[in-house]
């Protein structure tokens, strides 16, 4: 490979920093797991103590909590006086915050605000205080970068490509920001760490899709990358698609020092982006040979010294990463991504593999066993009580204003690292479908049906709806009540994809982005549903338990409603 002008100046630097505030909170983290409980003891006093004093904090008697003389006493006036919730619960207080009054969930009002999908059209905005992020977000990425150092010493001699979002996107009506973590975590961290990453971060404020993929890979495929982070291993997908259609475009603008002018860029991004850009002959001559040798260019040839590629593995995400296989060196790690959200990042990959330590130091955790989900009086667990090779539903309290707060995931408890348990996220639960991100609730579509049909005129007797995870599309099944044309059937599922859309700004960025494609209309046979459950009876379904999600993700259901497709 040509040498490419890449590698950090201040390497040295970087490395030392990195070693050294990565080594301390790596020690934290052991610290934290000789005794998970009294961990999570002290952590859960440490939240009541902070937020005591705000208005949730006395409706909620956390001084009174705060009282206990034992472990086991504050678990259960924690659990007698806190109830567990979900983002709507916290919503009108969340208001309250962003109409700038203060101390209603916390002390004082959030630094920002993260933006992710609700189960209504309205959008969840999570408040993001400042000790939520500095001591859970700083100092979180500073240890997930030293560990990249762990498992590959030399990750940060090229540059870093990691995709991220905005870090404003807007305000809310106090003026407090709203926009993506990540972004804002990349935009604070110190000057001299800046120069590991690839591309400046004006690329994420270009709209167009295409165009974003096309100025990411145009610049990173100039360079010799040493790491990759994206949470969706889906965006790896759409970048390569892009590389295949674009690759004689990157070439000519590497040799040139240009960028496309046919992108769909603001002039003022592109004036921003100037400077990049320099004629660079001797690499544009190398890629033009790699596709002579090789005719499909992989990121194995382009990016031979790839250390990391750090994606979401568990879950759905398997569909995404077969269709990479083997398009990188097998000398490149590709570790989990880590379980984390909007709402909670609740901890980290230490293995370079696939198992999250939850930070019992930096959160307090409970848990439902996966048995006991649909008792109304379920049991809550402790840290401590996991079993390995079980799974169960995770709630979450953080010094961001969330209590008992409901993630609605299904984990599965993989192993210990010391006495705290290491995790694997399995599925959604409750009616939320996720095949790359867009957390679509069976509410939303049936919203979204019911929207179409008043916009329309077209009136359904029956739909429902599957995720393919295969293909990253949803197939609609519908039965109209009276007979449409072909055309009218295309407009009224254009419809319901427009108004998924609208009630669901996860949904809109993952289709706009093309991570998923345009939903698949089927139409019905007459009374449907009932020749469906006649099928279900038939095959040992009880009548009285029979029950059917209207938004799914199961083969099994999905091949019964394709032998009821009108031929």
């Not at 674009?246 to 240009?258: A, C, P, R, S």
């Not at 083997?326 to 709402?343: A, K, P, R, V």
């Not at 010391?418 to 995790?423: E, K, L, S, V, Y």
């Amino acid at each position: 490979m040509a040498k490419l002008p890449n590698k950090p100046k201040k390497l040295w630097l970087i490395n030392f920093a990195l070693g050294f505030v990565g080594k301390k909170q790596y020690k934290l983290v052991k610290k934290a797991s000789k005794n998970c409980k009294n961990t999570e003891a002290q952590t859960l006093r440490n939240i009541l103590d902070y937020a005591k004093d705000s208005e949730w904090g006395k409706a909620h008697n956390f001084a009174d909590i705060l009282a206990a003389t034992t472990d086991e006493e504050l678990f259960a006036l924690w659990q007698k006086n806190v109830p567990p919730a979900d983002y709507e619960d916290f919503r009108p207080f969340v208001e309250r915050h962003k109409n700038g009054e203060e101390n209603i969930l916390f002390p004082g009002k959030p630094k920002m605000y993260a933006t992710t999908s609700g189960t209504t059209k309205e959008p969840k905005w999570i408040p993001i205080t400042n000790e939520y992020y500095d001591n859970v977000y700083s100092k979180m990425t500073k240890l997930w970068l030293y560990t990249f150092m762990m498992h590959r010493p030399h990750c940060f001699e090229g540059p870093a490509l990691s995709i991220v979002g905005k870090d404003i996107e807007g305000y809310a009506p106090d003026g407090t920001v709203y926009g993506s973590v990540s972004g804002v975590t990349r935009r604070d961290i110190p000057d001299f760490i800046k120069c590991i990453h690839s591309a400046p971060a004006d690329v994420f404020s270009i709209s167009d899709y295409t165009a974003r993929y096309y100025t990411l890979m145009r610049i990173g495929i100039e360079q010799d990358v040493h790491v990759i982070v994206t949470a969706n291993p889906s965006t790896i997908v759409e970048m390569q698609n892009n590389v295949n259609e674009y690759f004689d475009d990157y070439v000519k603008d590497i040799e040139n020092g240009t960028l496309n002018e046919s992108l769909d860029i603001s002039p003022e991004i592109r004036a921003a982006l100037a400077p990049v850009f320099k004629p660079n002959p001797a690499r544009a001559a190398e890629l033009r040979e790699l596709k002579a040798k090789y005719g499909n260019v992989l990121p194995k040839h382009y990016w031979p010294r790839l250390c990391i590629l750090t994606t979401w593995k568990c879950g759905n995400t398997k569909v995404y990463m077969d269709k990479f296989q083997g398009s990188f060196s097998e000398d490149t790690l590709h570790q989990e991504f880590s379980y984390f959200s909007s709402e909670c990042r609740t901890g980290l990959v230490l293995n370079g593999q696939n198992d999250t330590v939850l930070f019992p130091h930096m959160h307090y955790f409970e848990f439902i066993s996966e048995e006991d989900l649909e008792n109304p009086n379920p049991k809550f667990l402790q840290l401590h009580e996991l079993e390995v090779g079980k799974r169960y539903s995770i709630y979450v309290t953080t010094f961001a204003g969330l209590y008992r707060y409901n993630m609605n995931d299904l984990i599965e408890v993989t192993g210990k690292f010391g006495t705290i348990p290491t995790i694997q996220f399995i599925q959604k639960i409750n009616g939320i479908i996720s095949m790359t991100g867009e957390k679509l609730h069976e509410r939303q579509f049936i919203e979204a049906v019911g929207l179409a049909e008043e916009e329309t005129g077209i009136n359904t007797a029956f739909f429902v709806g599957f995720a393919d995870v295969q293909n990253s599309v949803y197939h609609i099944y519908y039965e109209f009540k009276n007979k449409i044309s072909d055309e009218d059937v295309k407009k009224f599922n254009d419809c319901v994809d427009a108004k998924l859309k609208s009630v669901n700004i996860e949904y809109e960025a993952k289709r706009d982005s093309l991570r998923v494609k345009d939903p698949i209309a089927h139409v019905l046979q007459e009374d449907s549903f009932a020749k469906f459950k006649e099928e279900c009876l038939k095959k040992g379904f009880r009548d009285g338990q029979f029950k059917l999600n209207l938004l799914m993700q199961d083969e099994k259901r999905h091949a019964m409603f394709k032998e009821l497709v009108i031929k």
